[in-house]
């Protein structure tokens, strides 16, 4: 019995870095600009169907392709913040998230027209089969998403608070009036924040091709439990995000066996209600 709950345990702890990266990207772009990007998870959905063209056409892997993958997907983060949300910046928040919400049915439904509604998968994968350690299986492709997850979470962590580049997004995070007065380029910082933020989905993604189902509502699931993870953790706290994917991670996978799939995403909510009504601002969160 304790080996099968260990299992568990060690399947929503991978599952949970996963949501860390890709709240990641999220976390960043509100803590810079103050932005909820409601097209976040539809990012995602770009990356697995990136990965799955590059597998279609050039015989690519995910694992192969991810370097590209990542790299389009941040430029397109990049575009997006150009074309876009620079221009509504200084608007009301509601014209922020009407933005933002048009792209994310406008990312859906040109999935849908270009690759129908059909289900995809990535035909033999270069990682199958599990990772063996006594009678504890893990899956191998679930077990390299959650490294290269983890990975990513802490070259970003590092570039953040160790960088001089990293300071200046910071210093535009806390006041960027003062930022742009101090000599920081402002704007270039907003570009490369939704690059990074882009960036994160786009390597989450690009690594649960190897495994998880493509389809274009894919990424909608996902936003919403990022979102989940950032409210949870404190909006703007990258160590907040990094506690709330662990516990989302794990309240779903140990949730949903011993009691019920169907319930699993229940419990993350009704856990995300808990710490909410202790603690408003999250986990780690700063008071307002």
Request: charged share 5%; hydrophobic share 55%; glycine share 12%.
């Amino acid at each position: 019995m304790s080996n099968i709950f260990l299992q568990i345990l060690l399947g929503g702890v991978l599952t949970g870095f996963v949501y860390v990266l890709i709240s990641l990207g999220l976390t960043l772009i509100f803590g810079v600009m103050d932005i909820c990007n409601f097209a976040h998870g539809d990012f995602l959905t770009i990356a697995m169907y990136a990965a799955f063209c590059f597998s279609l056409w050039f015989g690519l892997d995910p694992i192969i392709s991810l370097p590209i993958v990542t790299l389009l997907v941040g430029l397109f983060g990049a575009i997006v913040y150009w074309l876009l949300i620079r221009h509504v910046l200084n608007s009301s928040g509601m014209a922020q998230i009407f933005v933002t919400f048009g792209l994310m049915i406008f990312i859906r439904g040109m999935m849908q027209a270009l690759f129908s509604a059909n289900y995809r998968k990535i035909t033999n994968p270069l990682l199958e089969g599990s990772f063996t350690f006594g009678s504890i299986a893990l899956s191998k492709p679930q077990v390299v998403a959650s490294i290269g997850a983890i990975t990513a979470t802490l070259i970003i962590y590092l570039f953040i608070t160790k960088t001089r580049t990293g300071w200046a997004l910071q210093a535009v995070s806390e006041n960027r009036q003062a930022a742009s007065l101090m000599g920081i380029p402002v704007q270039k910082m907003f570009i490369l924040a939704w690059a990074i933020g882009a960036a994160c989905v786009g390597i989450a993604g690009g690594l649960m091709a190897e495994y998880y189902y493509i389809y274009p509502e894919v990424g909608a699931l996902f936003g919403s439990l990022s979102f989940i993870t950032v409210a949870l953790g404190g909006f703007g706290s990258i160590p907040g995000v990094f506690i709330a994917g662990l516990l989302i991670g794990i309240t779903e996978v140990v949730g949903g066996f011993y009691l019920s799939p169907a319930y699993k995403y229940l419990l993350v909510y009704s856990l995300y209600f808990v710490v909410i009504v202790i603690r408003p601002q999250g986990i780690l969160g700063k008071k307002a």
